[in-house]
């Protein structure tokens, strides 16, 4: 069974009498078991340990090689998900090297039944809205993804058919938090739900029915994190049903379908992106012949402006803000090409091709001139000049190690 615990103070993960909880009590539970370990170390003696978590298996293992048939299986997917979160990176020999710009790792104690890995995460490492990354990031992303560790909890068995965990519930949402609440998706029941909870307490506050179960063969539910936003949430299902409703209870103040009222089509996946909220505007992708991007109005969901020369389908990346030369612009990644939109009326001001395959998912980066993109199934990466909206592309797709160089200042 898994525990995770601090360098300085032991996080004892509640066991027993919590089986009684509510499917909604136990999703609460799970995100305050990870706040615990932010108020744990708040104190200025423990300041120092904040971005470090300790992962403890009492199980017998070996060692960190996941290929290896002795090697714990939950441990390898909590591996996996530090290293794929930027503790690694292969170079151009495709060799798995450790990112020592981003963190570093080790093993602390390794016996037949007790073995302990430790994560640190370097100071003035950041997520891509400049939050700093902190242990509690890395605990929270444990104890919601990992069977072993919800038993461990004592929050329900994921494969149980009659007392299954909330966080059981369908669906790969993350979390945002703002002003002692706690905003997420889920599918329950054959229903997408909007959540609210209490930060602190765990309560559930409200929640909304965003739409019906998107389903397929690889999960179902939804996956987009909500926006918080001048006191709204934005939530966007997976069929494509982007809710606006009111912070404090849950109030709709709008509703649209990406499909029926946007022209758009579901990509196989679902749609998975989390809007972006910018300058009164909801910036969204439905993708389609009406035009690929979308900008609707915060309070009413009027549309403003769709990219009418830009009519690419949906992927699965989020578009982000950039201030580029003094002036701003909408970025967003599709299969077959990287965009930049003006925000005023949605015209495409560059573009350049990127040789999709299957999915393409991660969110752009921008840093001093230049946008970075990354997809998988053997696309690799590539890094773009924008200069006066006419993008250069400085580096092969397949020269990820260089660009990693290149980039490794702003590596998150």
Not at 7 to 28: D, E, H, W
Not at 238 to 256: F, I, Q, T
Request: charged residues 15%; hydrophobic residues 35%.
């Amino acid at each position: 069974m898994g525990q995770v615990d601090s360098p300085q103070t032991l996080l004892l993960i509640p066991r027993g009498g919590s089986m009684k909880f509510t499917r909604s009590a136990k999703f609460a539970l799970a995100a305050a078991a990870s706040a615990a370990l932010a108020v744990s170390l708040l104190t200025p003696a423990q300041a120092a340990t904040r971005s470090t978590v300790i992962l403890h298996e009492t199980n017998p293992i070996t060692g960190l090689n996941c290929s290896l048939s002795a090697t714990n299986s939950t441990t390898c997917s909590a591996v996996g998900y530090l290293q794929g979160a930027g503790f690694n990176y292969y170079n151009n020999k495709k060799e798995l090297v450790k990112n020592t710009v981003f963190g570093s790792y080790k093993i602390v104690k390794n016996s037949a039944t007790d073995f302990r890995t430790q994560w640190t995460v370097n100071p003035g490492r950041v997520w891509s809205d400049g939050t700093p990354i902190t242990g509690e990031d890395l605990l929270l992303s444990h104890v919601l993804s990992s069977d072993a560790y919800s038993i461990a909890a004592g929050l329900g068995d994921p494969k149980s058919k009659t007392n299954p965990p909330a966080f059981n519930g369908l669906g790969y949402s993350g979390v945002t938090v703002q002003a002692g609440s706690l905003y997420t998706m889920g599918a329950f029941d054959k229903k997408e739900m909007l959540l609210a909870y209490n930060s602190s307490s765990g309560e559930k506050l409200w929640e909304v029915h965003v739409g019906e179960l998107l389903t397929n063969g690889w999960g179902d539910g939804p996956r987009m994190s909500p926006t918080i936003s001048n006191g709204k949430i934005y939530a966007l299902g997976a069929r494509g049903n982007l809710l606006c409703v009111l912070a404090k209870n849950g109030e709709l103040v709008w509703k649209k379908s990406l499909v029926d009222d946007l022209g758009g089509k579901v990509p196989g996946w679902g749609y998975t992106e989390s809007v972006l909220v910018d300058q009164e505007k909801v910036i969204c992708t439905p993708g389609g012949k009406d035009g690929t991007i979308a900008a609707l109005d915060a309070d009413s969901g009027r549309t403003i402006w769709r990219t009418k020369n830009f009519t690419d389908g949906a992927q699965y990346s989020s578009p982000i803000s950039i201030m580029h030369q003094g002036k701003k612009q909408y970025v967003q990644l599709v299969m077959k090409n990287i965009v930049g939109i003006d925000p005023g009326n949605g015209t495409v001001l560059w573009k350049s091709t990127w040789p999709g395959k299957v999915a393409v998912i991660p969110t752009p980066i921008f840093s001093n001139g230049h946008v970075y993109v990354t997809s998988g199934y053997g696309v690799g990466c590539k890094l773009v000049k924008l200069g006066n909206n006419y993008p250069t592309n400085i580096a092969h797709p397949k020269h990820f190690h260089f660009l990693l160089l290149h980039l490794q200042h702003q590596i998150i």
